[in-house]
């Protein structure tokens, strides 16, 4: 690793080929990455996640319809040794490997464009997975924010992830994963979604890690971001008070 650590050559990557079909039922007729949560678009709230991380060499995926979002990006992304990429997936998973391809080679965070966290919580996230730097590691919350969560079973004796979808959990996922400069074996097979993906590494029994976030929120509705932006607001205010 030329004597750099670990935290110092982590790629980035986001996810931002959805189609925001639920969004744009709700009146938005942006792109899903440029609907804005507190007068910001998503892309530009998990840029400075990634900002504050100190990560700098980032992939992102955007689909064809995402011109205004490859515009913003082209704009406001100079900062970043940017890889964009404009392709319209059949999946979630399929988005999933694209960017994972891209950053292979060295350890990876990658998140998805609609997972709202506050930026001290993704960082935390971050050292905490370069410590398990040779395993697969799921941003888990308890705070549950989605129609249909991912749910994960965690071992609280070692922090390894047990068992990874059905009905109940101990936590859900949370848009957020760490893999290792070496990625897990491969199953040869081309998933449905990516959950199916993450469900088949816990259950052949590769090592998968979580690590807990207090609240993270899944902006699929325009319910979503009233919540995220109170919770923004909470925040900020028990801040100034403390």
Not at 62 to 85: K, M, P, V, Y
Not at 157 to 175: E, K, N, P
């Amino acid at each position: 690793m030329s004597g750099k650590s670990v935290r110092e050559i982590i790629r980035g990557g986001i996810i931002a080929a959805g189609d925001g079909r639920r969004l744009r039922a709700d009146g938005y007729q942006v792109s899903k990455p440029m609907v804005p949560v507190a007068g910001r678009p998503l892309i530009e709230l998990t840029l400075d996640r990634f900002r504050s991380a100190e990560i700098r060499q980032l992939t992102v995926i955007i689909n064809q319809a995402s011109d205004d979002c490859g515009r913003w990006l082209r704009e406001h992304g100079t900062d970043f040794d940017l890889d964009l990429i404009v392709r319209s997936t059949p999946s979630s998973y399929a988005s999933f490997q694209v960017v994972a391809d891209r950053v292979a080679g060295a350890p990876a965070v990658i998140t998805t464009v609609d997972a709202i966290m506050p930026a001290d919580d993704f960082c935390k996230f971050v050292k905490s997975a370069s410590d398990r730097a040779n395993d697969v590691v799921l941003g888990l919350t308890d705070y549950v924010d989605d129609e249909n969560p991912l749910w994960a079973t965690l071992d609280a004796t070692d922090g390894r992830i047990r068992t990874l979808g059905g009905s109940s959990g101990s936590h859900v996922t949370a848009g957020l994963y760490w893999l290792p400069a070496r990625r897990p074996a491969d199953s040869k097979t081309d998933f449905a979604r990516l959950r199916d993906y993450l469900g088949w590494l816990v259950a052949a029994h590769q090592p998968v890690y979580g690590i807990v976030l207090p609240r993270v929120f899944d902006i699929d509705r325009a319910r979503d971001i009233v919540a995220a932006e109170l919770a923004e607001s909470d925040r900020e205010h028990g801040a100034a008070g403390a």
